[in-house]
Protein backbone atom coordinates (compact mmCIF):
# COMPACT_ATOMS: atom_id res chain seq x y z
CA UNK A 1 0.00 0.00 0.00
CA UNK A 2 1.28 3.26 -0.86
CA UNK A 3 0.47 7.45 0.24
CA UNK A 4 -0.07 9.33 -2.70
CA UNK A 5 1.25 12.76 -3.19
CA UNK A 6 -0.82 15.71 -3.86
CA UNK A 7 -0.54 18.89 -5.54
CA UNK A 8 -3.16 20.80 -3.91
CA UNK A 9 -4.07 21.13 -0.38
CA UNK A 10 -7.54 21.18 1.03
CA UNK A 11 -8.50 21.97 4.86
CA UNK A 12 -8.64 18.65 6.57
CA UNK A 13 -11.32 20.70 9.45
CA UNK A 14 -14.20 19.79 7.92
CA UNK A 15 -17.23 18.05 10.33
CA UNK A 16 -17.49 14.53 9.03
CA UNK A 17 -20.66 12.94 9.36
CA UNK A 18 -21.44 12.28 13.08
CA UNK A 19 -18.98 14.99 14.27
CA UNK A 20 -19.52 17.85 15.83
CA UNK A 21 -18.01 20.01 18.52
CA UNK A 22 -18.39 18.42 21.99
CA UNK A 23 -18.45 14.63 20.77
CA UNK A 24 -15.91 12.17 21.76
CA UNK A 25 -14.61 9.22 19.95
CA UNK A 26 -13.44 5.84 21.36
CA UNK A 27 -10.89 4.56 18.52
CA UNK A 28 -7.33 2.88 19.24
CA UNK A 29 -4.28 4.33 18.55
CA UNK A 30 -0.54 3.89 18.47
CA UNK A 31 1.15 7.18 20.05
CA UNK A 32 4.36 8.45 20.97
CA UNK A 33 5.18 9.61 24.10
CA UNK A 34 8.88 8.81 25.25
CA UNK A 35 10.02 8.47 21.92
CA UNK A 36 12.23 11.09 21.98
CA UNK A 37 13.36 10.05 17.82
CA UNK A 38 9.79 10.66 16.82
CA UNK A 39 9.52 14.04 18.24
CA UNK A 40 12.91 15.34 17.00
CA UNK A 41 11.72 14.61 13.25
CA UNK A 42 8.58 16.46 14.23
CA UNK A 43 10.07 19.31 15.29
CA UNK A 44 12.37 19.54 12.69
CA UNK A 45 8.85 19.77 10.42
CA UNK A 46 7.57 22.22 12.37
CA UNK A 47 10.42 24.14 11.61
CA UNK A 48 10.54 24.05 8.02
CA UNK A 49 7.03 24.64 8.02
CA UNK A 50 6.30 27.03 10.45
CA UNK A 51 6.51 29.63 7.43
CA UNK A 52 3.30 28.22 6.75
CA UNK A 53 1.92 28.16 10.17
CA UNK A 54 -1.43 29.86 9.07
CA UNK A 55 -2.12 27.55 6.46
CA UNK A 56 -1.16 24.57 8.07
CA UNK A 57 -1.85 23.10 11.55
CA UNK A 58 1.46 22.22 12.84
CA UNK A 59 0.81 19.09 14.94
CA UNK A 60 3.02 19.01 18.92
CA UNK A 61 4.50 16.14 20.11
CA UNK A 62 1.82 15.12 22.55
CA UNK A 63 -0.83 15.10 19.94
CA UNK A 64 1.41 12.76 17.33
CA UNK A 65 -0.53 9.71 17.02
CA UNK A 66 -1.39 6.42 14.48
CA UNK A 67 -4.53 6.36 13.79
CA UNK A 68 -5.83 2.58 14.33
CA UNK A 69 -9.09 1.62 14.35
CA UNK A 70 -12.17 3.36 15.79
CA UNK A 71 -15.22 1.54 18.00
CA UNK A 72 -17.90 4.34 17.77
CA UNK A 73 -18.97 7.44 19.68
CA UNK A 74 -19.41 8.32 23.62
CA UNK A 75 -23.11 7.65 23.81
CA UNK A 76 -23.64 5.36 21.32
CA UNK A 77 -21.15 2.52 22.59
CA UNK A 78 -21.96 1.07 26.16
CA UNK A 79 -18.88 1.89 28.17
CA UNK A 80 -18.89 -1.76 29.87
CA UNK A 81 -18.47 -2.91 26.10
CA UNK A 82 -15.87 -0.34 25.60
CA UNK A 83 -14.55 -2.03 28.78
CA UNK A 84 -14.80 -5.20 27.77
CA UNK A 85 -12.99 -4.37 24.08
CA UNK A 86 -9.96 -3.49 26.44
CA UNK A 87 -9.59 -7.13 28.11
CA UNK A 88 -10.46 -8.85 24.39
CA UNK A 89 -7.81 -6.89 23.14
CA UNK A 90 -5.23 -7.61 25.97
CA UNK A 91 -5.28 -10.98 25.56
CA UNK A 92 -5.00 -11.08 21.74
CA UNK A 93 -1.71 -8.37 22.02
CA UNK A 94 -0.26 -10.62 24.13
CA UNK A 95 0.01 -12.60 21.34
CA UNK A 96 1.70 -9.74 19.45
CA UNK A 97 5.52 -9.06 20.35
CA UNK A 98 6.81 -5.28 20.85
CA UNK A 99 8.85 -4.03 17.24
CA UNK A 100 10.63 -1.23 16.27
CA UNK A 101 9.25 0.75 13.13
CA UNK A 102 10.73 3.32 11.21
CA UNK A 103 8.55 6.94 10.48
CA UNK A 104 8.98 8.49 7.43
CA UNK A 105 10.52 10.14 5.02
CA UNK A 106 7.22 12.48 4.30
CA UNK A 107 4.11 12.71 1.69
CA UNK A 108 2.61 15.38 1.10
CA UNK A 109 -1.06 14.07 0.63
CA UNK A 110 -4.17 16.79 0.25
CA UNK A 111 -5.00 17.26 3.84
CA UNK A 112 -1.85 16.76 5.64
CA UNK A 113 1.96 16.16 5.91
CA UNK A 114 2.06 12.01 6.26
CA UNK A 115 5.02 10.14 7.73
CA UNK A 116 4.71 6.51 6.72
CA UNK A 117 5.14 4.19 9.20
CA UNK A 118 7.22 0.55 8.37
CA UNK A 119 6.70 -2.03 8.69
CA UNK A 120 3.24 -1.48 7.99
CA UNK A 121 3.06 -5.12 8.41
CA UNK A 122 3.79 -5.46 12.21
CA UNK A 123 1.24 -2.40 12.81
CA UNK A 124 -1.15 -4.37 10.68
CA UNK A 125 -1.04 -6.94 13.37
CA UNK A 126 -2.13 -4.79 16.67
CA UNK A 127 -4.87 -3.22 14.28
CA UNK A 128 -6.11 -6.96 13.52
CA UNK A 129 -5.73 -8.01 16.81
CA UNK A 130 -7.73 -5.37 17.92
CA UNK A 131 -10.44 -5.44 15.25
CA UNK A 132 -10.75 -9.27 16.71
CA UNK A 133 -11.33 -7.82 19.88
CA UNK A 134 -14.01 -5.42 18.77
CA UNK A 135 -15.67 -8.42 16.71
CA UNK A 136 -15.47 -10.39 19.77
CA UNK A 137 -17.47 -7.95 21.44
CA UNK A 138 -19.87 -5.86 19.51
CA UNK A 139 -20.15 -8.66 16.65
CA UNK A 140 -19.18 -6.58 14.04
CA UNK A 141 -16.19 -4.29 13.63
CA UNK A 142 -16.52 -0.59 12.11
CA UNK A 143 -14.56 0.61 8.99
CA UNK A 144 -13.02 -1.46 6.41
CA UNK A 145 -10.29 -4.14 6.49
CA UNK A 146 -8.71 -3.19 3.68
CA UNK A 147 -6.65 -0.02 2.71
CA UNK A 148 -5.33 1.19 5.97
CA UNK A 149 -2.17 2.89 5.67
CA UNK A 150 0.01 3.47 8.88
CA UNK A 151 1.18 6.62 9.22
CA UNK A 152 2.13 10.01 11.58
CA UNK A 153 0.44 13.21 10.30
CA UNK A 154 2.99 16.08 11.70
CA UNK A 155 0.62 18.77 9.98
CA UNK A 156 -2.93 19.12 8.67
CA UNK A 157 -3.93 21.58 5.80
CA UNK A 158 -6.21 24.06 7.57
CA UNK A 159 -7.10 25.72 3.96
CA UNK A 160 -7.78 25.28 0.33
CA UNK A 161 -5.06 25.58 -1.80
CA UNK A 162 -1.53 24.73 -3.96
CA UNK A 163 0.29 22.39 -2.51
CA UNK A 164 3.81 23.68 -4.01
CA UNK A 165 5.08 26.50 -1.60
CA UNK A 166 4.82 23.65 1.07
CA UNK A 167 6.31 21.15 -1.35
CA UNK A 168 9.03 23.51 -1.55
CA UNK A 169 9.72 24.34 1.90
CA UNK A 170 9.87 20.51 2.52
CA UNK A 171 12.07 19.94 -0.49
CA UNK A 172 14.69 22.36 0.40
CA UNK A 173 15.41 20.84 4.14
CA UNK A 174 17.29 17.17 4.61
CA UNK A 175 14.81 14.91 7.13
CA UNK A 176 16.26 11.68 8.52
CA UNK A 177 13.44 9.02 9.40
CA UNK A 178 13.19 8.38 12.93
CA UNK A 179 13.33 5.38 14.80
CA UNK A 180 10.81 3.95 17.47
CA UNK A 181 9.90 0.93 19.56
CA UNK A 182 5.82 0.15 19.74
CA UNK A 183 5.24 -1.48 22.63
CA UNK A 184 1.74 -0.82 23.20
CA UNK A 185 -1.77 0.34 22.06
CA UNK A 186 -4.05 3.00 23.04
CA UNK A 187 -7.41 3.06 23.55
CA UNK A 188 -8.53 7.27 23.83
CA UNK A 189 -11.13 8.79 24.13
CA UNK A 190 -10.55 11.90 20.88
CA UNK A 191 -12.60 14.65 20.21
CA UNK A 192 -11.84 17.25 17.37
CA UNK A 193 -13.25 20.78 19.56
CA UNK A 194 -10.28 23.07 18.79
CA UNK A 195 -8.95 22.07 15.13
CA UNK A 196 -6.59 19.40 16.59
CA UNK A 197 -7.29 15.98 18.00
CA UNK A 198 -6.74 15.73 21.04
CA UNK A 199 -7.74 12.93 24.01
CA UNK A 200 -7.67 11.35 27.17
CA UNK A 201 -6.55 7.77 27.45
CA UNK A 202 -8.82 5.31 28.47
CA UNK A 203 -6.64 2.34 28.67
CA UNK A 204 -3.05 1.35 27.84
CA UNK A 205 -2.47 -2.14 26.55
CA UNK A 206 0.90 -3.91 26.49
CA UNK A 207 2.48 -5.92 23.75
CA UNK A 208 3.43 -9.01 24.36
Known amino acids: MTLTPSSTLRNHWWWRPGWSVGRRFYTWHLTWGGQDDVHRLAAEYRDALAPYAGE ?11 TMQGIGFVGEVAERDVRAV ?4 SERLAAVPAFDVRVGPHVL ?3 AVLLPVQPGGSVDAVRGAVRGAIGDVLGKVPESATGFRPHVSVAYSASDGPAAPVEGALAAREF ?5 RVSSAELIVIHRDNEMYEWETFATVPLG
Open 56 to 66: LTLIPDRWLHL
Open 86 to 89: VDAA
Open 109 to 111: APE
Open 176 to 180: SPARA
